[in-house]
């Protein structure tokens, strides 16, 4: 059974610092996913990592994966209060079927 | 485009009743998912589709029910509804094939008393 680990599964950060946010799971795959959720919205995508070594980077946040590791992270680098969400990581579980395994989420909270 | 669309926002519903979840997207995807989200978690893959006529269950696809008669729509079916299934409900889609973003709807708050 694929399961999906992220931690923390709270963050409070200063603005203009960096942290990581760490997504483990327990078996092969060949994609990872990770959203964005504000309260009481839906989820917005942030980027699709299809690949070992895969790095993807849009504006202060930064996510790559290691297959071999099972393991994604995502970076914030000088984090500022426009982030403060919730971040899930979500893997699939089998080829191009779209069961994706989500993790329980990293509520990330930056303050002044 | 509208994109994803989900009807109800909300709704309240007394044990045993039954009622349709509605999906629509005019984006022209193939791949159309349901999931649930309870309090402070993740989503839970409920049903999936990976083109019209063809759906399979997800990670918990018990009391509920979906079908996927044209590209557009993918309803999901509560039989007899339970306090358990007390959740907000997101539908999700992506193009297909070599295009794996997906795009969520604005989800459905539903109430089982």
């Known amino acids: 059974e694929l399961k999906v680990e992220q931690n923390p599964l709270f963050l409070s950060m200063q603005e203009g610092k960096n942290y990581t946010i760490y ?8 994609r990872l996913y990770w959203y964005r959720q504000d309260p009481g919205k839906s989820l917005e995508s942030l980027f699709v990592l299809l690949s070992n070594g895969a790095v993807k980077q849009e504006g202060r946040l930064m996510a790559s994966l290691d297959t ?24 699939d579980m089998s080829y191009n079927t779209d069961k994706l395994i989500f993790g329980t989420g990293t509520r990330l909270q930056v303050f002044p | 485009n509208a994109g994803v669309t989900q009807t109800p926002k909300f709704q309240v519903l007394k044990t045993g009743q039954s009622m349709t979840l ?25 049903h999936y589709s990976v ?16 079908s996927r008669s044209t590209t557009e729509d993918f309803p999901l079916r509560l039989l007899s509804a339970a306090p358990s299934q007390t959740s907000v409900y997101f539908c999700a889609s992506r193009p297909g094939h070599s295009s794996y973003e997906q795009y969520f709807g604005p989800g459905t708050r539903l109430t089982v008393t």
Not at chain 1, 23 to 30: G, I, K, L, M, R
Request: charged share 15%; net charge negative.
């Open chain 1, 68 to 91: 071999k590791a099972r393991l994604s992270t995502l970076h914030i680098t000088a984090a500022v209060h426009d982030l403060s969400a919730t971040y899930f990581c979500a893997v």
């Open chain 1, 23 to 30: 997504c483990n799971y327990s078996t092969t795959s060949d």
């Open chain 2, 51 to 66: 083109g019209a006529g063809i759906t399979d269950q997800g990670e918990v696809p018990n009391g509920y029910n979906v």
């Open chain 2, 22 to 46: 509605q999906c629509a997207q005019d984006m022209n995807h193939e791949y159309m998912s349901w999931y649930r989200q309870d309090p402070g978690m993740g989503l839970r893959l409920i």
